[in-house]
DNA sequence: GTGCTATCTTGTCAACGGCAAGATTGGGTC
DNA sequence: GACCCAATCTTGCCGTTGACAAGATAGCAC
């Protein structure tokens, strides 16, 4: 193992976003993810400050892949929200960091930005702002009950069908 | 201050639904709990076992009142939609670990109960399951995203009420 | 090869959660 | 009223953590 790791970043998201899928945000260790990463316990924070850095780094991530998820999906508002409840089952650790602003540098400037850039992925999709509001709202609710298991059943997308086509409908 | 408490336990759960409020999950401190109740760093365990039991207490006070918020607004689903809103806005600090099962003892037959509870005072509401499950997402994930900042604006209900009604029609 | 800067390490500190063992209290029993 | 007992709370301790400071190392431009 060399002195320097060589994309400690990148391996530390990534570690930290499977630490909050498995245990939580409060259950993640910057000195756990160091251990993995085979670096020493401090070499963490020259790349994100301190624990909320960590996290405002996965939450930034979770905006720009969401974004893409979304355009990628189509114009289609149905689609767009199974895109976005799959997005949450897919990377629940991302999810999880997102929209909790006690977790994270809320005024990061990359954080904004894909931030907005998700907002505006998801206001192209609907007519007017209060459907896009509406819509965000029920993939949101069902994507967070789902994940807490309120809302279970043998497949994601099935259950969340009849649920979202009562909003999507023209 | 005799050595009794005396009702260390509520004095505990609305403190800790205060902290949680203010600063998340992530920003309790049991210490600190039991230095403004004026007790003793380990009494707290006593009563709560650890941080989660401490947490689950929050959530089972949370769903309980949710409960009754519920049954209070009536039969109509819209009504209730707001008043799970109101509910979220108006105790944050409980809404934020109700629905984390990684800070709760998700098995605490207590905990179990109360959303029993809340979902049967739920489920009365909607003339099927499928539109149940949908006016939770919708009512939810508003909430969610609302506290998060996602959705901001001057008054809660007037920005919930059209969201609300699109998934509330008859 | 020399200096510069980003990256990483070692060492340290206060705070925290959890556990064990003991002190105090109030209520029930005789 | 005296005694006992269970519930409640305290003191003391341990390992872990996040954060900070100061120094070591490596890659890179020139």
Redesign the pocket.
């Known amino acids: 193992?060399?002195?320097?790791?060589?994309?400690?970043?990148r391996a530390m998201t990534a570690a930290a976003a499977t630490a909050v899928a498995e245990r939580g945000p409060a259950g993640?260790?910057?000195?756990?993810?160091?251990?993995l990463a085979?670096?020493?316990?401090?070499?963490?924070?020259?790349?994100?400050?301190?624990?909320?850095?960590?996290l405002t780094a996965v939450a930034t991530e979770g905006f720009t892949l969401l974004a893409a998820t979304l355009k990628e999906a189509g114009d289609d508002l149905l689609a767009a929200g199974v895109a976005y409840v799959r997005f949450a089952v897919d990377h629940p650790g991302h999810f999880a960091v997102m929209f909790d602003r006690s977790l994270l540098h809320a005024d990061d400037a990359d954080l904004r930005e894909a931030e907005q850039a998700s907002s505006a992925a998801l206001a192209g999709l609907a007519p007017d702002a209060s459907a896009a509001r509406a819509a965000w709202s029920v993939a949101h609710g069902f994507a967070s009950l789902w994940l807490s298991g309120a809302i279970s059943g043998p497949d994601v997308v099935a259950a969340a069908e009849p649920v979202l086509r009562r909003v999507a409908l023209p």
Chains 1, 2 share one sequence.
């Open positions: 193992m060399s002195y320097h790791h060589g994309d400690l970043r993640l260790s910057l000195r756990e993810l160091a251990r085979g670096v020493s316990h401090a070499a963490p924070a020259h790349h994100f400050g301190d624990k909320a850095g960590v």
